[in-house]
């Protein structure tokens, strides 16, 4: 069903007062909208994190770092790992 479809089916669930059909219609969407918001945090964190860490290694140049992160921060793209090896970094994953 192409978007225009649903928008249009949605509004006259709405006039006909199918209350069901359209309180589903809207726990879709927040939930659309819930999950575009975490995407976005988890974006925000990722580049505030590889930000911290690139200072961090920067202002102590002489060391190795061990680093622990969550999964989310290691397979959803942006991922610091990525991040990091944009900036030059060699990133290993140790399992």
């Known amino acids: 069903m192409s978007r225009t479809c649903r928008k249009k ?3 006259a669930d ?3 007062r199918d209350d069901e059909a359209f309180e589903k ?3 879709v969407t927040k939930k659309r909208v819930l999950i575009k918001n975490i995407l976005q ?3 925000q964190r990722n580049l505030k994190m590889s930000k911290k860490l690139d200072q961090t290694i920067q202002f102590n140049q002489d060391q190795t770092f061990f680093v622990f992160v969550g999964t989310f921060p290691v397979i ?3 991922s610091i790992p990525t991040l990091l090896e944009k900036e030059g970094y060699r990133v290993e994953r140790i399992l």
Do not use: A, G
Request: charged share 35%; proline share 7%.
């Open 25 to 27: 219609f809207v726990k």
């Open 41 to 43: 945090l988890h974006d």
């Open 14 to 16: 709405w006039l006909n």
């Open 76 to 78: 959803l793209e942006p």
């Open 9 to 11: 089916r949605n509004k």
